[in-house]
């Protein structure tokens, strides 16, 4: 059974309906083009060409302004904001929409290049300092001491490692058992 959720918000002073089905959140089309003050048959022909929305719309009942259900051209919300940015309109709303899109694109790709060479800029200051206080402490007997026990620490751990799987080897053979199994 589908799991419909239908919800309003108001945009400009008018309202978008969307709708929820099964988690999939569809927004329609032609509300959306009377905000923006787009001619919406146009811009449905053009969603109908296009090679990737062309598969994405659907034909979805919800309740128009009035309250009257009425089947409504829908796209999937994971589509829309790309669909807004290529519809070509003399709309104010529209160019400021997407002023907004050039920006949000600008963020998200500078921002996630310029965070991982800035990440990448720490990670490299990191082992600098970490190489510089590792030649320090290098003359330090407790360091030096530590690191002792460090090393025999790990090989304590790899003996018991061993030991441990031999152990196993042995307990799984007496009751006939292939430890590869």
Same mark, same amino acid.
């Given at each position: 059974?589908? %799991?419909?959720?239908?919800?309003?918000?108001?945009?400009?002073?008018?309202?978008?309906?969307? &709708?929820?089905?099964?988690?999939?959140?569809?927004?329609?089309?032609?509300?959306?083009?009377?905000?923006?003050?787009?001619?919406?048959?146009?811009?449905?022909?053009?969603?109908?060409?296009?090679?990737?929305? !062309?598969?994405?719309?659907?034909?979805?009942?919800?309740?128009? *302004?009035?309250?009257? &259900?009425?089947?409504?051209?829908?796209?999937?919300?994971?589509?829309?904001?790309?669909?807004?940015?290529?519809?070509?309109?003399?709309?104010?709303?529209?160019?400021?929409? %997407?002023?907004?899109?050039?920006? !949000?694109?600008?963020?998200?790709?500078?921002?996630?290049?310029?965070?991982?060479?800035? *990440? &990448?800029?720490?990670? !490299?200051?990191?082992?600098?300092?970490?190489?510089?206080?590792?030649?320090?402490?290098?003359?330090?007997?407790?360091?030096?001491?530590?690191?002792?026990?460090?090393?025999?620490?790990?090989?304590?751990?790899?003996? &018991?490692? %061993?030991?441990?799987? %031999?152990?196993?080897?042995?307990?799984?053979?007496?009751?006939?058992?292939?430890?590869?199994?």
């Amino acid at each position: 059974m589908n %799991k419909r959720v239908e919800k309003f918000l108001e945009f400009n002073g008018k309202v978008l309906p969307f &709708l929820s089905v099964d988690g999939t959140w569809y927004i329609a089309v032609k509300p959306i083009c009377e905000v923006l003050g787009v001619e919406h048959t146009r811009i449905f022909k053009n969603l109908k060409d296009d090679e990737i929305l !062309a598969g994405a719309w659907a034909k979805q009942p919800m309740h128009d *302004t009035s309250g009257r &259900l009425q089947e409504m051209v829908c796209l999937p919300e994971r589509f829309v904001y790309g669909w807004l940015f290529g519809i070509r309109s003399e709309s104010e709303n529209l160019k400021l929409y %997407k002023l907004e899109c050039y920006n !949000a694109l600008y963020n998200h790709f500078h921002g996630t290049l310029t965070l991982r060479v800035e *990440t &990448l800029d720490v990670r !490299a200051s990191t082992e600098n300092e970490i190489r510089r206080v590792t030649s320090i402490l290098a003359e330090n007997a407790d360091y030096q001491e530590l690191l002792r026990l460090r090393n025999i620490k790990s090989g304590m751990n790899k003996t &018991l490692g %061993k030991l441990d799987d %031999k152990l196993m080897e042995k307990q799984t053979g007496l009751f006939g058992i292939d430890a590869d199994e």
